[in-house]
């Protein structure tokens, strides 16, 4: 009878230790949770193109929400208005991108090395 219950319960071991072993591989890591670090642990990308009557708004709303060691970043898609400008100076870091015949397709979006 126990050699029953154990054949019965053994697979259910195996998967509760195979969870376990994957929510403490999941855990987040000392070195992200050390208090003042400038260690930057996401990016959040505004697409943007012709947005110049909105996106100062924009960027100072999400600018005041983020937590620190968030990085906002604007892609002016072939803007032909001050969209970008206007981003730079509400304190967004801004990629601009020219390519009139690829409007809305960002296949070949250079991101500078820092991101």
């Known amino acids: 009878m126990i050699g029953i219950v154990i054949i019965l319960l053994a697979?259910?071991?195996?998967?509760t230790a195979f969870f376990v072993v994957e929510l403490i591989a999941g855990l987040p890591t000392s070195r992200?949770?050390?208090?003042?670090?400038?260690?930057?642990?996401?990016?959040?990308?505004v697409?943007?193109?012709d947005e110049?009557?909105?996106i100062g708004h924009t960027v100072?709303?999400?600018?005041?929400?983020?937590?620190?060691?968030?990085?906002?970043?604007?892609?002016?898609?072939?803007?032909s208005d001050t969209t970008a400008g206007i981003a730079r100076s509400a304190g967004a870091e801004v990629i601009e991108r020219n390519e009139a015949d690829q409007r809305g397709r960002a296949t070949r979006l250079?991101?500078?090395?820092?991101?």
């Open 47 to 49: 697409p943007a193109h």
């Open 60 to 79: 100072a709303a999400l600018t005041s929400v983020l937590p620190e060691g968030v990085r906002l970043l604007v892609v002016a898609d072939n803007c």
């Open 110 to 115: 250079h991101l500078p090395p820092s991101i």
């Open 11 to 15: 697979p259910f071991a195996v998967l």
């Open 32 to 45: 992200f949770r050390r208090a003042g670090s400038k260690r930057v642990s996401a990016v959040v990308i």
């Open 52 to 54: 110049a009557l909105v």
